[in-house]
C-alpha cells in the first residue's frame, strides 16, 4: 500500500485513475480547483473501500501557493507521499496569430508552467524522503508538433516530456523514479462530444495507465494498441505523410 497524490482529479482520467488506484489498495490525496467534485469522489471511494483513506485538498496549478500549500498539506496529513500523479491539465487552443492567444497562454501556463510547479513541489517532498515515483501525464500529441488549435497544446505536452527524462536522467540508480505517460485518445471532460478514431473508453484507458504506472515504467504510450507502434510513425514519418495521417 502506498500513498498516491493525483492532481485533476475532479473528472476524466485523474478521477478513475483514483477509483482504479483505490481499488488496487492504494491511498488517495486528491487535488483540483472544484472540491465539490473531490468531495463527491472520496465518498464514493471510501463506500466502495472502507479501508482507504483519501485527503482531498483545493489546488489551482496556475497559482504556485496553491501547488506548495496542497502538497506540503497532503505530506502533513500522510506523513510520507509515495508517489504524485501530474495529471491535471486543459485542451485549449487556436492557430497562432489569429487573435486568440488567451486560450494558447492559459493551456501553456497550466500544461507546461503548472506542471513545472507541480514538479518541483513534487520533487521537494521526494528529495527530503529520499525516494519517490514522479509521474507525468503527457499525450500522444507530444510525438510531433501539431497544426492549427494543437499546435500549443502539443508543444507543452512535449515539454512535460522533457522534464520527465531530465529528471529521470538526473536521477537515474537513485531511489526517486519518474515515469512519463502519452495517452491517446481516452473519453473524458476535455473531449466530451469530439468524434475522434481510436478513442477508448475511461475506464479502459486509464486501466492501461495504471498498469503502465504500476510497473513503474520509464515510459508509456497507452493504451499499447494501436498507440505504441504509433507512436513510431508519428515520430518518424516526413512531414508532408505525417500532414495527410491528421
Ligand atoms: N483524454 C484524453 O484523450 C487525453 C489524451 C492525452 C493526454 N491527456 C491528458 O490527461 C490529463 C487529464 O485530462 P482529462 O482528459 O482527464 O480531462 P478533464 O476531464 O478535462 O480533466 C482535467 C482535470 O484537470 C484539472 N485542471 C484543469 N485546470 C486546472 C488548474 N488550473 N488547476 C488545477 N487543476 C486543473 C481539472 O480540475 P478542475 O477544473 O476541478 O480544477 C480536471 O480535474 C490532461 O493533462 C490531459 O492533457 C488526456
Keep these: 500500500m502506498t500513498t498516491i497524490l493525483i492532481t485533476g482529479a475532479s473528472s476524466g482520467l485523474g478521477a478513475e485513475m483514483a477509483r482504479q488506484f483505490a481499488a488496487r489498495g492504494h491511498d488517495l490525496a486528491l487535488a483540483a480547483r472544484r472540491t465539490d467534485?473531490?468531495?463527491?469522489?472520496r465518498d464514493e471511494i471510501v463506500t466502495a473501500h472502507?479501508?482507504?483513506?483519501?485527503?482531498t485538498r483545493a489546488m489551482?496549478?496556475?497559482?504556485?501557493?496553491?501547488?506548495?500549500?496542497?502538497?506540503?498539506?497532503?505530506?502533513?496529513?500522510?506523513?510520507?507521499l509515495d508517489r504524485v500523479v501530474i495529471n491535471a491539465g486543459i485542451g485549449k487552443g487556436a492557430p497562432l496569430g489569429t487573435g486568440r492567444q488567451q486560450a494558447n497562454r492559459e493551456t501553456a501556463m497550466t500544461n507546461f508552467v503548472g506542471?513545472?510547479?507541480?514538479?518541483?513541489?513534487?520533487?521537494?517532498?521526494f528529495r527530503a524522503q529520499g525516494a519517490g515515483h514522479l509521474v507525468m501525464i503527457s499525450?500522444?500529441?507530444a510525438m510531433r508538433g501539431l497544426p492549427r488549435s494543437m499546435t500549443t497544446y502539443a508543444a507543452t505536452k512535449a515539454g512535460v516530456a522533457h522534464l520527465a527524462e531530465g529528471l529521470r536522467n538526473e536521477l537515474h540508480g537513485t531511489p526517486i523514479t519518474v515515469s512519463v505517460i502519452y495517452p491517446g485518445w481516452i473519453e473524458s471532460e476535455m473531449n466530451a462530444g469530439s468524434r475522434v478514431p481510436m478513442m477508448v473508453s475511461t475506464e479502459k484507458g486509464v486501466a492501461s495507465i495504471v498498469h503502465a504506472i504500476e510497473k513503474m515504467k520509464p515510459s508509456a504510450h497507452v493504451p499499447?494498441?494501436?498507440?505504441?507502434?504509433?507512436s513510431v510513425v508519428m515520430r518518424h514519418a516526413p512531414l508532408p505523410l505525417f500532414r495527410r495521417l491528421l
Excluded: C
Excluded at 467534485?37 to 469522489?41: D, E, Q, S
Excluded at 506542471?115 to 517532498?125: F, G, H, I, W
Design 115 to 125: 506542471a513545472l510547479t507541480q514538479a518541483e513541489a513534487a520533487m521537494a517532498v
Design 50 to 55: 472502507p479501508d482507504r483513506r483519501v485527503e
Design 37 to 41: 467534485r473531490l468531495a463527491a469522489l
Design 60 to 80: 489551482d496549478v496556475t497559482d504556485e501557493d496553491s501547488v506548495f500549500a496542497a502538497v506540503d498539506g497532503f505530506r502533513a496529513d500522510f506523513g510520507t
Design 224 to 230: 499499447p494498441l494501436p498507440w505504441a507502434p504509433l
Design 139 to 141: 499525450s500522444m500529441s
